[in-house]
């Protein structure tokens, strides 16, 4: 229980700066920094953008680290660092009015903050893969960091409402409200990345002394183009790709969708993300409850055919009150709680798929190509994101928006990510890793560990 506890306050360094970004960059780039709402995008789709190069690079970089102290555990603290300083930088506005340097500058610091998230996150989640490698102990440990994804989610979503709002009852302006809210919640990262490293010390599965050979940048990234032949793995990334698109659509377009359709103050804002924190720790047993009886794929299926439903049902509705945003939030808090835990749990078992035929352990390849997809959807979504809110004419310096652009932010939080969380489901339904499959493939796995001859029989359309 400490391990997991431990590890799990990882989360924090994780999911914050996370959902700071994806829930608020956007907007702030627009209705603060003063950038058009295209090039807010295109900020954001380069970030991702090189976050998602820098992936790959980094996990095969820990997968290769020989340092005495783990090959792991160092990244941790130096990413979290990183990533505090230039989240302070990001939401603060720099006080010059050239649109083009404006555009240099928050370009730079974005990319800079993804490298700090980058060397992070990547060994972060490969530790997960080495923690257990048992079906459903990695369900379990998926949702009790789950129960943690939450809590942080929370903090980098509804944490700055809450900030906001007691700044500007005591005199200070919005602007400088957003880089106290960066200072604060990305301490709290901060710390819990500490706290994270300091508990899995020694808890690494290959220590950093292990005898892998180094590689070069170019050969890991190669390596990973080997990756994308194992079918099981191919599925996976079908699914981050598909998912993050719809999350990133859905989750920069409700600021916009509370603050214009239906005017909410900071404070009733920041109540939704409580809300969606609330719901979300509230499934996560259910969730791990109908994954561990019917299998993470048919589970996961079940659950976002269920989020589609509810979600075209608010489209229909067109979101006109705050009860029935509400109800939208639980409906997406069911796909989103599936996607963070169980989805994790599935890219670990593609670590045994990879080890069968190689002979090696290569989490930190097997997340960084899984996050390298994730953020290269997240950017084609926040790139759509400005693109749709130019489409629908949002104008950040009208005080009432047209109703076009009212029924547009609809779209984007309702419709268009219903619509990919069908396609989600699909795939989830036709990916070969089931249970049955995974369990046939450690048994296979443990005799290969042992010097015995095996054979792919049974599994063999995992690869």
């Known amino acids: ?129 080495e923690l257990t490698q048992d079906y459903e102990e990695r369900n379990a440990l998926s949702t009790f960091r789950g129960i943690f994804i939450y809590v942080a989610s929370w903090f980098g979503t509804a944490g700055p409402m809450v900030v906001i709002a007691f700044v500007e009852r005591a005199g200070i302006g919005e602007k400088w409200a957003w880089t106290i809210g960066a200072v604060v919640f990305g301490a709290i990262a901060l710390i819990g990345a500490i706290i994270c490293r300091v508990t899995i010390n020694g808890k690494e599965l290959i220590a950093g002394d292990s005898n892998m050979k180094r590689e070069s940048i170019g050969r890991i990234l190669i390596s990973y183009f080997g990756m994308l032949r194992y079918k099981a793995y191919r599925f996976y990334i079908y699914m981050v790709f598909v998912f993050c698109i719809a999350y990133t659509m859905e989750q920069g377009s409700l600021v916009y969708l509370m603050g214009n359709k239906l005017g909410l103050s900071a404070g009733l804002q920041s109540s939704y993300w409580t809300f969606f924190a609330v719901f979300s720790i509230v499934l996560l047993p259910l969730i791990n409850r109908v994954c561990n009886k019917y299998g993470k794929l048919k589970g996961s299926a079940f659950f976002y055919l269920i989020a589609t439903l509810g979600m075209f049902v608010c489209y229909f509705t067109q979101i006109p009150n705050y009860t029935i945003l509400i109800v939208h939030c639980f409906c997406f808090c069911i796909a989103n709680s599936v996607y963070w835990t169980i989805g994790y749990s599935m890219m670990f078992d593609t670590a045994e798929v990879m080890e069968f035929k190689t002979g ?27 693109m749709l809110l130019a489409f629908f004419h949002y104008d950040a310096n009208a005080a009432v928006q047209a109703p076009e652009t009212m029924s547009g932010f609809v779209k984007i939080a309702a419709l268009f990510p219903g619509i990919l969380l069908i396609l989600t489901a699909v795939i989830c339904i036709f990916n070969p890793l089931s249970r049955e499959k995974f369990n046939l493939l450690m048994e296979k796995l443990a005799k290969k560990r042992a010097g015995e001859e095996v054979t792919d029989e049974g599994i063999e359309n995992l690869f």
């Open 360 to 386: 090696t352990r290569d989490e930190g390849k097997v997340t960084g190509m899984g996050s390298f997809a994730q953020k290269l959807a997240s950017s084609f979504g926040a790139w759509g994101l400005g």
């Open 1 to 129: 229980m400490k391990t997991k506890f431990g590890y799990s306050m990882g989360t924090m360094g994780d999911v914050i700066a996370f959902n700071f970004f994806y829930a608020y960059f956007i907007y702030y780039l627009t209705d603060f920094a003063g950038l058009p709402p295209v090039m807010a995008g295109i900020i954001s789709m380069i970030t991702v953008w090189f976050d998602a190069i820098t992936d790959p690079i980094i996990g095969g970089l820990s997968d290769r680290s020989k340092n005495p102290k783990g090959r792991r555990g160092p990244f941790l603290i130096y990413g979290a660092i990183l990533e505090y300083i230039t989240l302070i930088l990001m939401y603060t506005v720099m006080p010059i009015d050239s649109v083009a340097f404006k555009f240099v500058w928050y370009l730079i610091i974005g990319c800079s903050f993804w490298l700090g998230y980058t060397l992070f996150v990547i060994p972060f989640l490969a530790l997960g893969a």
